[in-house]
T-cell receptor, first 114, second 113 residues
Framework: KQEVTQIPAALSVPEGENLVLNCSFT??????LQWFRQDPGKGLTSLLL?????REQTSGRLNASLDKSSGRSTLYIAASQPGDSATYLC?????????????FGTGTQLKVEL | EAGVVQSPRYKIIEKKQPVAFWCNPI?????LYWYLQNLGQGPELLIR????????DSQLPKDRFSAERLKGVDSTLKIQPAELGDSAVYLC???????????FGPGTRLLVL
């Protein structure tokens, strides 16, 4: 059974700091890995999707890396802003007997302070 | 283009009462998902539809939960009867194909008293 772990569970940083969120998974037979953002009381917004054959993806100030063999991914946020405050979830997609399955971590709650 | 629409946004009911949630996916998205998210946890898949067919309902508690997607577009998730432990956020998502980015709705926050 795939298990996804995110460290740290919560993080508070001053504005402007660069930061790294970590995600690890136990089964490396994944199809892709996705990073989502969730604001309080809202649904999830997809940030980045990395295919299993890729090493990283970038979008603006966000960079996600994937090391499938070691079961790790990191989300790097450059020059953090208060608007980045949210919960960040990683999820791995893999094939099961009935099709694909997305397994989520428990998230990292980020607070960027002025 | 409109995103995934869910209603109601909030629902408070007493235990043993029935409740239903509605989801309208993004137009053209064949795959629809219902997830359950408990406080402080990531979403967990309840059921996945490919068009009108439920292709993965292994995590759906079938004694009290049911779902349908009759015309392969809108979907309804029902709980009858609701229990205290069902208090959570119920998220609907859709994707163009089986593999790819899933787009999530805002969720329905259920409180069972």
């Amino acid at each position: 059974k795939q298990e996804v772990t995110q460290i740290p569970a919560a993080l508070s940083v001053p504005e402007g700091e660069n930061l790294v969120l970590n995600c690890s998974f136990t089964d490396s037979a994944i199809y892709n890995l996705q990073w989502f953002r969730q604001d309080p009381g809202k649904g999830l917004t997809s940030l980045l999707l990395i295919q299993s054959s890729q090493r990283e993806q970038t979008s603006g100030r966000l960079n996600a890396s994937l090391d499938k063999s070691s079961g790790r991914s990191t989300l790097y946020i450059a020059a953090s802003q208060p608007g980045d405050s949210a919960t960040y979830l990683c999820a791995v997609q893999m094939f099961t007997g009935g099709g694909n399955k997305l397994t989520f971590g428990t998230g990292t709650q980020l607070k960027v302070e002025l | 283009e409109a995103g995934v629409v869910q209603s109601p946004r909030y629902k408070i009911i007493e235990k043993k009462q029935p409740v239903a949630f509605w989801c309208n996916p993004i137009s053209g998205h064949n795959t629809l998902y219902w997830y359950l998210q408990n406080l402080g946890q990531g979403p967990e898949l309840l059921i996945r539809y490919e068009n009108e067919e439920a292709v993965d309902d292994s995590q759906l508690p079938k004694d009290r939960f049911s779902a349908e997607r009759l015309k392969g577009v809108d979907s309804t998730l029902k709980i009858q009867p609701a229990e205290l432990g069902d208090s959570a956020v119920y998220l609907c998502a859709s994707s163009l194909q089986t593999i790819g980015t899933q787009y999530f709705g805002p969720g329905t926050r259920l409180l069972v008293l």
